[in-house]
């Protein structure tokens, strides 16, 4: 079992397939509504119509791949008043089911929306990082199915000697919130800070419905 | 402890859908349920051959077989056609009545009025195919037969008048020896997106090469996202203009292979021209304004036409001209138009221009080809029937037989058709209604029960095809019958997967060969039909079948189903297509009339001259841009001043899975629309609103979204058609807005083609 395990999205190679948010789905069968896994979409541009007819413009657009990330500072943890939310030894934040009263807290504390209310439960349920898995030494569900081999998961400080630590791509929040476990290739297009405008381009698919 | 983690057992299955993948899962099965789904896990996924990983939608399989619109029961119709009134019926009830009708059709109209339709929804099985339809109707004395697809109707004509061949494409892995690569309306990360596939392979080639990838679409595709170093948005259904405007630059500024367009192909100049055709018809004189239009395509007149600046079509130009070698590919977007088979043609002009044909690292200008294994299907007969219509033409073949001819409407084996079609033979396809041009008038023609007299649709759910069936028969899934699928058009990689039945049929489901024996037996041809095999000893058949092809299969079909899949890397380097023609085209010629490549094409020449045309249409020898009805005419039509282009969208594969929540929920139907012509509307993101022209009008949200260009909307194809009050559809399906009107050549489904209006969706109190 890793010390920390952390997942890693080379944003370079993400095509938002959506793949990994279904192997979620299916491996815990999880209801419509919730969303362990997510897709964002960052997009935007201007185009400028020329008086010839014809156009220029300057559109991108770039995927992340947001599950849990396991933070070791989780706000979710703190926040919770029932202590269901709790981190295990490797930094894995799970959901007691038996203290979770379904306040929702944690939901509005948590900048990646990770924590989600699951209505017929009435209670909330998340990423365990596929846990199970990770004790066995095989891959999370959302990491085994990925087509481009886009989304990685290992050791976290091995991720950062290798990849780096990029400051985080736009929409993802400042990493000295929570220290999340999650390590990001830049996109090429990448918004680091407000220097263009940009917008989640699908929020009907990463909100609460 | 996950309760979900234990299981009776695991099997080998298969996703059956056209997006030329055929992607290997696994069946988690529990107490008689498949449980979960999980991906090819076998080999080194660092090297060939692959893990195949299965999409969303292979992964979604799972709420899709269990779906509420799973068909479980043999219905009949008691309502009129496509009201969807049905009532459940034996299967005793539903194969006499359809050996009763089919008899009589045949005594009454003959074997020409019995058409399998086009469809794709259940594919890549091989004892599970439509073939076993053709089977059993060849036995019966044939079928009328259908030629084209409605995915590639104009690239397959484009490239049978152009280079006399079909799959001329490299494989897309060469772009490791590229120095540019330029995608017309290719987009594999949506439309090829398993991760066994084209979409690995591309992410492989760029990581180790880096090479330049330049997207031009309407739309900035996933492909763009993922993988574009620049993005130019384009008309639709311009490519060619576009191509006319790199031609001029690249001839202009001395960029051409002259040596290779002098050696290898037909009518650059008035050098190569055939010696019986008047001057000034070479492509040269057309592009240089020295043919008949006196209209020199320059860069200036492409630029309205195509939407990019002139400036950017020089660079373009340039670049193409000048990195050797450089993959120009094409996707079948670009092609499905109303002059499709021009615009494929002209997109496959900047490679010969170039001299990037028949080389490494460059391209013909087709898509991506291939590499597969030749493992068989099962053997279909021959079909006495000769007459063949257009896969797209069928719905004239029911209306007016007598105005379809082989000079208007591409019929083949007659010159005109005699026989109408009587009955429909429906097989996992929704061609019957959604995936068919212009719902609103396919419903008018179907309902007219004197018309076509029957029709019997065999599916797992219920589609809108279905709900116009007289006999609608339920189909076991893929989890329901065991069969063997290997690999298709969208990998670089073989295949062979012995898929296992996981589950016990659904309700009263059957497979297509057991309802096609049935038939057989009460139609006296049983024997011949079932050749005394059933269903599992056909698989088992042909596996040996397989074998003969591959000898290191193992020897027992039992040893080979434990082992579950078999891969084969593609051996050596990556496929050049055309290479040998490349290399020496005096001894491989092409399949041309000239055995070169035909840039003028005396075929198409003579076919101007004879073929009959609607106003507007036409048929040229070059690779001519014209426009088409489809084009924007504020004058001509005012009311629909936006084009309509129906991508392909990863939710569902054409319209199959479209009825499974967890991708709609991933995934959901949306038309693109760019800001700027949502502003004028008054239209914001997630708004409902209503797309309309004279063929009908559907209801769908609205993405706002920089990432479609100006002037065009883009409804992802395949949404299952929902009809409300008034003939409405309120599910977006983009074929209540499509044309019944043919390209000129193939003959082929325009479906990219429409002009429409949009506006706020206002709810009347």
Same mark, same amino acid.
């Given at each position: 079992?890793?010390?920390?395990?952390?997942?890693?999205?080379?944003?370079?190679?993400?095509?938002?397939?959506?793949?990994?948010?279904?192997?979620?789905?299916?491996?815990?069968?999880?209801?419509?509504?919730?969303?362990?896994?997510?897709?964002?979409?960052?997009?935007?541009?201007?185009?400028?119509?020329?008086?010839?007819?014809?156009?220029? $413009?300057?559109?991108?657009?770039?995927?992340?791949?947001?599950?849990?990330?396991?933070?070791?500072?989780?706000?979710?943890?703190?926040?919770?008043?029932?202590?269901?939310?709790? $981190?295990?030894? &490797?930094? =894995?934040?799970?959901?007691?089911?038996?203290?979770?009263?379904?306040?929702?807290?944690?939901?509005?504390?948590?900048?990646?929306?990770?924590?989600?209310?699951?209505?017929?439960?009435?209670?909330?349920?998340?990423?365990?990082?596929?846990?199970?898995?990770?004790? $066995?030494?095989?891959?999370?569900?959302?990491?085994?199915?990925?087509?481009?081999?886009?989304? $990685?998961?290992?050791?976290?400080?091995?991720?950062?000697?290798? &990849?780096?630590?990029?400051?985080?791509? =736009?929409?993802?929040?400042?990493?000295?919130?929570?220290?999340?476990?999650?390590?990001?290739?830049?996109?090429?297009?990448?918004?680091?800070? &407000?220097?263009?405008?940009?917008? =989640?381009?699908?929020?009907?698919?990463?909100?609460?419905? | 402890?996950?309760?979900?983690?234990?299981? %009776?057992?695991?099997?080998?299955?298969?996703?059956?859908?056209?997006?030329?993948?055929?992607?290997?899962?696994?069946?988690?099965?529990?107490?008689?349920?498949?449980?979960?789904?999980?991906?090819?896990?076998?080999?080194?996924?660092?090297?060939?051959?692959?893990?195949?990983?299965?999409?969303?939608?292979?992964?979604?399989?799972?709420?899709? @077989?269990?779906?509420?619109?799973?068909?479980?029961?043999?219905?009949?119709?008691? *309502?009129?056609?496509?009201?969807?009134?049905?009532?459940?019926?034996?299967?005793?009830?539903?194969?006499?009545?359809?050996?009763?009708?089919?008899?009589?059709?045949?005594?009454?109209?003959?074997?020409?009025?019995?058409?399998?339709?086009?469809?794709? /929804?259940?594919?890549?099985?091989?004892?599970?195919?439509?073939?076993?339809?053709?089977?059993?109707?060849?036995?019966?004395?044939?079928?009328?037969?259908?030629?084209?697809?409605?995915?590639?109707?104009?690239?397959?004509?484009?490239?049978?008048?152009?280079?006399?061949?079909?799959?001329?494409?490299?494989?897309?892995?060469? #772009?490791?020896?590229?120095?540019?690569?330029?995608?017309?309306?290719?987009?594999?990360?949506?439309?090829?997106?398993?991760?066994?596939?084209?979409?690995?392979?591309?992410?492989?080639?760029?990581?180790?090469?880096?090479?330049?990838?330049?997207?031009?679409?309407?739309?900035?595709?996933?492909?763009?996202?993922?993988?574009?170093?620049?993005?130019?948005?384009?008309?639709?259904?311009?490519?060619?203009?576009?191509?006319?405007?790199?031609?001029?630059?690249?001839?202009?500024?001395?960029?051409?292979?002259?040596?290779?367009?002098?050696?290898?192909?037909?009518?650059?100049?008035?050098?190569?021209?055939?010696?019986?055709?008047?001057?000034?018809?070479?492509?040269?004189?057309?592009?240089?304004?020295?043919?008949?239009?006196?209209?020199?395509?320059?860069?200036?007149?492409?630029?309205?036409?195509?939407?990019?600046?002139?400036?950017?079509?020089?660079?373009?130009?340039?670049?193409?001209?000048?990195?050797? !070698?450089?993959?120009?590919?094409? /996707?079948?977007?670009?092609?499905?138009?109303?002059?499709?088979?021009?615009?494929?043609?002209?997109?496959?002009?900047?490679?010969?221009?170039?001299?990037? @044909?028949?080389?490494?690292?460059?391209?013909?200008?087709?898509?991506?080809?291939?590499?597969?294994?030749? +493992? !068989?299907?099962?053997?279909?007969?021959?079909?006495?029937?000769?007459?063949?219509?257009?896969?797209?033409?069928?719905?004239?073949?029911?209306?007016?037989?007598?105005?379809?001819?082989? #000079?208007?409407?591409?019929?083949? *084996?007659?010159?005109?058709?005699?026989?109408?079609?009587?009955?429909?033979?429906? +097989?996992?396809?929704?061609?019957?209604?959604?995936?068919?041009?212009?719902?609103?008038?396919?419903?008018?023609?179907?309902?007219?029960?004197?018309?076509?007299?029957?029709?019997?649709?065999?599916?797992?759910?219920?589609?809108?095809?279905?709900?116009?069936?007289?006999?609608?028969?339920?189909?076991?899934?893929?989890?329901?019958?065991?069969?063997?699928?290997?690999?298709?058009?969208?990998?670089?990689?073989?295949?062979?997967?012995?898929?296992?039945?996981?589950?016990?049929?659904? /309700?009263?489901?059957?497979?297509?060969? %057991?309802?096609?024996?049935?038939?057989?037996?009460?139609?006296?041809?049983?024997?011949?039909?079932?050749?005394?095999?059933?269903?599992?000893?056909?698989?088992?058949?042909?596996?040996?079948?397989?074998?003969?092809?591959?000898?290191?299969?193992?020897?027992?079909?039992?040893?080979?189903?434990?082992?579950?899949?078999?891969?084969?890397?593609?051996?050596?380097?990556?496929?050049?297509?055309?290479?040998?023609?490349?290399?020496?085209? @005096?001894?491989?010629?092409?399949?041309?009339?000239?055995?070169?490549?035909?840039?003028?094409?005396?075929?198409?020449?003579?076919?101007?001259?004879?073929?009959?045309?609607?106003?507007?249409?036409?048929?040229?020898?070059?690779?001519?841009?014209?426009?088409?009805? *489809?084009? #924007?005419?504020?004058?001509?039509?005012?009311?629909?001043?936006?084009?309509?282009? /129906?991508?392909?969208?990863?939710?569902?594969?054409?319209?199959?899975?479209?009825?499974?929540?967890?991708?709609?929920?991933?995934?959901?139907?949306?038309?693109?629309?760019?800001?700027?012509?949502?502003?004028?509307?008054?239209?914001?993101?997630?708004?409902? @609103?209503?797309?309309?022209?004279? +063929?009908?009008?559907?209801?769908?949200?609205?993405?706002?979204?920089?990432?479609?260009?100006?002037?065009?909307?883009?409804?992802?194809?395949?949404?299952?058609?929902?009809?409300?009050?008034?003939?409405?559809?309120?599910?977006?399906?983009?074929?209540?807005?499509?044309?019944?009107?043919?390209?000129?050549?193939?003959?082929?489904?325009?479906?990219?083609?429409?002009?429409?209006?949009?506006?706020?969706?206002?709810?009347?109190?």
């Amino acid at each position: 079992m890793l010390k920390r395990p952390a997942f890693y999205l080379d944003t370079q190679i993400c095509t938002g397939c959506k793949t990994c948010i279904i192997a979620c789905k299916d491996k815990h069968d999880l209801p419509a509504g919730v969303r362990w896994r997510r897709v964002v979409e960052f997009t935007g541009g201007d185009w400028d119509c020329l008086p010839d007819g014809t156009f220029s $413009q300057n559109v991108f657009a770039y995927y992340i791949s947001v599950s849990c990330n396991h933070c070791q500072d989780p706000v979710c943890v703190k926040a919770c008043p029932s202590k269901a939310m709790h $981190q295990d030894d &490797h930094g =894995i934040v799970t959901v007691d089911p038996e203290k979770c009263v379904g306040c929702r807290y944690c939901e509005w504390v948590c900048p990646y929306s990770a924590p989600q209310f699951d209505k017929k439960l009435g209670r909330m349920t998340k990423c365990d990082f596929c846990r199970e898995d990770l004790q $066995q030494g095989t891959p999370p569900a959302c990491v085994a199915g990925c087509p481009t081999r886009a989304l $990685q998961f290992g050791e976290y400080d091995q991720l950062v000697a290798e &990849h780096g630590s990029d400051p985080p791509m =736009i929409p993802m929040p400042p990493t000295a919130l929570t220290e999340p476990s999650f390590v990001l290739e830049t996109h090429r297009d990448a918004q680091l800070e &407000h220097t263009r405008k940009g917008t =989640i381009g699908n929020p009907e698919e990463v909100k609460d419905a | 402890m996950n309760t979900i983690r234990t299981y %009776d057992k695991v099997v080998w299955s298969t996703c059956n859908v056209n997006c030329g993948s055929r992607c290997p899962v696994r069946l988690f099965v529990k107490a008689g349920r498949v449980v979960r789904i999980e991906s090819d896990n076998t080999g080194d996924d660092a090297s060939r051959p692959h893990e195949i990983r299965a999409c969303l939608r292979g992964r979604g399989l799972r709420r899709w @077989v269990y779906s509420k619109d799973r068909l479980q029961h043999p219905l009949k119709r008691i *309502g009129k056609r496509g009201e969807g009134r049905f009532e459940r019926i034996s299967w005793d009830q539903a194969l006499d009545t359809i050996a009763t009708e089919l008899e009589r059709i045949l005594k009454q109209y003959g074997n020409e009025a019995v058409f399998r339709i086009y469809g794709t /929804g259940n594919l890549g099985g091989v004892v599970s195919s439509r073939d076993q339809v053709d089977r059993l109707m060849h036995i019966l004395g044939g079928r009328l037969n259908l030629h084209n697809s409605y995915s590639t109707a104009q690239i397959y004509h484009a490239m049978h008048y152009t280079y006399g061949e079909k799959e001329t494409g490299n494989n897309i892995s060469d #772009l490791v020896n590229s120095k540019l690569a330029v995608f017309f309306g290719n987009n594999p990360a949506e439309t090829r997106m398993c991760g066994g596939g084209t979409v690995r392979d591309l992410v492989v080639a760029k990581q180790q090469s880096g090479v330049r990838i330049i997207v031009i679409d309407p739309r900035h595709t996933d492909t763009a996202a993922g993988f574009a170093d620049e993005w130019i948005p384009i008309r639709p259904g311009t490519d060619a203009a576009l191509a006319g405007g790199l031609a001029h630059v690249l001839i202009t500024e001395g960029l051409v292979d002259q040596g290779f367009l002098d050696s290898h192909c037909l009518g650059y100049d008035q050098a190569t021209m055939p010696l019986d055709i008047p001057p000034g018809n070479s492509y040269k004189a057309y592009i240089l304004g020295d043919g008949p239009d006196r209209t020199p395509k320059t860069p200036e007149w492409a630029a309205p036409i195509t939407g990019i600046p002139a400036r950017r079509i020089t660079r373009l130009a340039r670049e193409i001209g000048t990195a050797r !070698p450089a993959y120009i590919t094409q /996707g079948w977007g670009p092609q499905r138009h109303a002059a499709g088979e021009q615009s494929a043609r002209a997109i496959c002009m900047l490679p010969i221009l170039s001299g990037n @044909v028949g080389v490494p690292g460059g391209n013909s200008g087709d898509r991506e080809g291939p590499f597969g294994i030749p +493992f !068989p299907g099962i053997p279909v007969g021959d079909n006495p029937v000769k007459t063949s219509i257009p896969c797209f033409m069928w719905t004239k073949a029911i209306e007016k037989p007598g105005n379809l001819t082989a #000079l208007n409407g591409g019929l083949r *084996g007659r010159e005109r058709l005699t026989t109408p079609i009587k009955f429909i033979w429906n +097989f996992a396809s929704n061609t019957l209604i959604n995936q068919h041009s212009d719902i609103n008038r396919t419903k008018e023609i179907l309902r007219d029960e004197k018309k076509c007299e029957m029709i019997v649709v065999i599916d797992n759910m219920m589609t809108a095809s279905a709900r116009f069936a007289d006999i609608l028969l339920p189909a076991t899934s893929s989890f329901e019958e065991s069969d063997l699928c290997y690999q298709s058009y969208g990998m670089e990689l073989g295949t062979l997967i012995m898929r296992q039945k996981a589950i016990e049929p659904l /309700g009263e489901s059957r497979t297509l060969f %057991d309802i096609c024996a049935q038939v057989a037996k009460r139609m006296g041809v049983a024997e011949n039909f079932t050749e005394g095999r059933n269903h599992d000893q056909w698989v088992e058949y042909m596996y040996h079948q397989c074998r003969k092809v591959k000898p290191e299969l193992p020897e027992n079909y039992r040893d080979a189903v434990e082992t579950g899949i078999f891969k084969w890397a593609r051996p050596g380097e990556p496929r050049v297509g055309l290479k040998e023609f490349r290399n020496n085209p @005096v001894s491989n010629p092409l399949n041309t009339p000239s055995g070169k490549i035909e840039i003028f094409s005396p075929r198409l020449w003579d076919m101007a001259q004879t073929w009959e045309l609607p106003k507007g249409d036409v048929i040229t020898a070059l690779p001519e841009y014209h426009p088409t009805w *489809g084009n #924007l005419d504020p004058e001509r039509s005012p009311m629909y001043p936006l084009q309509c282009i /129906g991508h392909h969208y990863k939710q569902r594969t054409h319209s199959t899975y479209d009825n499974n929540p967890w991708l709609e929920e991933a995934a959901p139907q949306m038309v693109w629309m760019n800001p700027l012509d949502a502003r004028q509307r008054g239209i914001h993101h997630g708004d409902t @609103v209503r797309i309309f022209n004279t +063929f009908g009008q559907t209801m769908v949200r609205a993405k706002v979204t920089p990432r479609i260009m100006p002037g065009v909307l883009s409804l992802p194809q395949g949404a299952w058609h929902r009809e409300v009050a008034g003939g409405v559809d309120a599910n977006g399906s983009i074929n209540v807005l499509t044309s019944q009107r043919p390209s000129p050549i193939a003959k082929g489904n325009p479906q990219h083609t429409n002009l429409v209006q949009v506006e706020k969706y206002q709810e009347k109190s």
